[in-house]
């Protein structure tokens, strides 16, 4: 069965400092994997997806197969990117979405 | 104007009574689903339902029993309610197939006494 891991529930980083929040998952296929963020008292929503290739807010991830991870970088946070952050799989088109637990990230001044 | 809306927002309620969580969502999407935040923030499908048709059933209990009147609708209701319910509920929406992004609604936190 899929599985999506990541290893950090709290994440603390200073504003200007790079961030790393960390996604592995499990999964025998080719799966499609999104973030997806929760601004507090606001809904979850989309900050971006494997198959875009894109960079939103600054942050960016890789999908590295090898290592069967899906990682979220942005190399200089700001205190407003303070919020959750939820990795998805995906494994197949129309499927349902698996979630990590979900890493709540705080950037200080 | 609202893409994904729930109601109520709040939910505060005994054990053994029965509630009902109502979704509607605005974007003509065809799939529709439900999920359950507990308390230390891990979410997990309920159910998902194509153009009112039952795809995805995870393993919930027979007191949850979602039921979609249309393709816009899909309510949720709850029977005999017990303490371990307790958690936020989001409904969310997407096109069909693909790799679409699912567009969720603001959340009913449902509080068992």
């Known amino acids: 069965a899929q599985r999506v891991t990541q290893p950090e529930k709290l994440l603390s980083v200073f504003k200007g400092a790079p961030v790393e929040l960390k996604c592995n998952y499990s999964y025998s296929g080719s799966p499609e994997l999104f973030w997806y963020v929760q601004y507090s008292r606001q809904r979850l929503q989309l900050l971006l997806r494997?198959?875009s290739r894109e960079s939103i807010k600054g942050f960016t991830a890789d999908l590295n197969k090898g290592e069967t991870s899906f990682h979220l970088k942005k190399p200089f946070a700001q205190e407003e990117d303070s919020a959750m952050y939820y990795c998805?799989?995906?494994?197949?088109?129309?499927?349902?979405?698996?979630f990590g637990e979900g890493t709540q990230l705080t950037v200080n001044p | 104007d609202t893409a994904v809306s729930q109601t109520p927002k709040y939910l505060v309620t005994q054990m053994g009574n029965d509630k009902s969580i109502k979704c509607e969502q605005n974007l003509g999407h065809d799939t529709m689903y439900w999920y359950k935040q507990d308390s230390k923030k891990f979410l997990k499908i309920m159910f998902s339902y194509n153009n009112k048709e039952l795809i995805i059933n995870e393993t919930v209990p027979n007191r949850f029993s979602p039921k979609s009147p249309d393709k816009a609708h899909l309510n949720l209701h709850i029977n005999s309610l017990e303490l371990g319910d307790s958690a936020v509920y989001f409904c969310?929406?997407?096109?069909?197939?693909?790799?679409?992004?699912?567009?969720f609604g603001p959340g009913t936190r449902l509080t068992v006494t």
């Open positions: 494997h198959i």
């Open positions: 969310a929406s997407s096109q069909l197939g693909g790799y679409y992004e699912q567009y």
């Open positions: 998805a799989l995906q494994e197949t088109s129309g499927s349902r979405l698996t």
